[in-house]
C-alpha cells in the first residue's frame, strides 16, 4: 500500500459525459501528478500540483482540468467524454524534497466510456 | 524534451534465471534520475529501484540491480533468480533534477513472463 488513494477504482460512463477523479496524497505529500495509461499512448503525464498551485502542464487535454483543494487532496474533471479517453488514470504523490523525489502512485482509476 | 525507449517489449525467462531488461534515455541535463517501476496484473505502479544521475555506483535492490551507463545514455535492469511474481510490465522512467520534482517519463514499457 503505497499511502496514496484514488477514487473510484472503476468507472463506466457514456460519450459526452463528464466526470470527477479523485485523490488523496500521501500524509504529508505536497505535490501530487495525474498519468493516464491507455494502450497507444502508454503512461502519459497530464498535469501536477504543488500545494494547491499547478506546477507543470503536460499532454493534458483542453476538456480536463485538475485542482488540489486546501486538504492537499486533487480532483481530475474530465469533461465532453470520447471513447479514446477510456484509460488508467493514475495520481502520484510526492515530498517537495526528497534525494530522488520518489512518486507513490495510487492504485488507479479505471475509465471506461461507452 | 526527454525521451525514454524500450526497444524490446515482450521478454521471457525461465524461473530462477536472469534476465536483463533494456532502457535507452535522451537529455542534454546531467542532474536527472532514473527508475524502474514493475506493474503487475494488479495494475499497481511499484517502484523496484533508482539510480541518481551523479552516482557512479549502480544501483542494488536485493535480487534487481542495474547497469548505469551515463555517457551511453543506458539504463538496463537485471533480474536475477527470477521468480514467478516477476511476471509484470516493466516501465524505464526519467526525472529532471534540475529544480524540485518534476514529472516522470516513461518508456512504452517491457512485458516480462517467467516460465516455470
Known amino acids: 500500500d503505497s499511502g496514496v488513494t484514488q477514487t473510484p477504482k472503476h468507472l463506466i460512463t457514456a460519450t459526452g459525459q463528464r466526470v470527477t477523479l479523485r485523490c488523496s496524497p500521501r500524509?504529508?505529500?505536497?505535490?501530487v501528478y495525474w498519468y493516464q495509461q491507455s494502450l497507444d499512448q502508454g503512461l502519459q503525464f497530464l498535469i501536477q500540483?504543488?500545494?494547491?498551485?499547478?506546477?507543470a502542464k503536460g499532454n493534458i487535454l483542453e476538456r480536463f482540468s485538475a485542482q488540489q483543494f486546501p486538504d492537499l487532496h486533487s480532483e481530475l474533471n474530465l469533461s465532453s467524454l470520447e471513447l479514446g479517453d477510456s484509460a488508467l488514470y493514475f495520481c502520484?504523490?510526492?515530498?517537495?524534497?526528497?534525494?530522488?523525489?520518489?512518486?507513490?502512485f495510487g492504485p488507479g482509476t479505471r475509465l471506461t466510456v461507452t | 524534451a526527454q525521451t525514454v525507449t524500450q526497444s524490446q517489449p515482450e521478454m521471457s525467462v525461465q524461473e530462477a534465471e536472469t534476465v536483463t531488461l533494456s532502457c535507452t534515455y535522451d537529455?542534454?541535463?546531467?542532474?536527472?534520475?532514473l527508475f524502474w517501476y514493475k506493474q503487475p496484473p494488479s495494475r499497481q505502479m511499484i517502484l523496484v529501484i533508482r539510480?541518481?544521475?551523479?552516482?557512479?555506483q549502480n544501483a542494488t535492490e536485493n535480487r534487481f540491480s542495474v547497469n548505469f551507463q551515463k555517457a551511453a545514455k543506458s539504463f538496463s535492469l537485471k533480474i536475477s533468480d527470477s521468480q514467478l511474481g516477476d511476471a509484470a510490465m516493466y516501465f524505464c522512467?526519467?526525472?529532471?533534477?534540475?529544480?524540485?520534482?518534476?514529472?516522470?517519463?516513461f518508456g512504452k514499457g517491457t512485458r516480462l513472463s517467467v516460465i516455470a
Open positions: 502520484a504523490s510526492s515530498v517537495e524534497q526528497g534525494w530522488a523525489g520518489e512518486q507513490y
Open positions: 500524509s504529508g505529500d505536497l505535490s
Open positions: 500540483y504543488y500545494n494547491g498551485e499547478e506546477r
Open positions: 537529455t542534454s541535463e546531467s542532474d536527472y534520475y
Open positions: 539510480q541518481e544521475a551523479y552516482k557512479q
Open positions: 522512467a526519467y526525472r529532471s533534477g534540475i529544480s524540485g520534482n518534476t514529472p516522470l517519463v
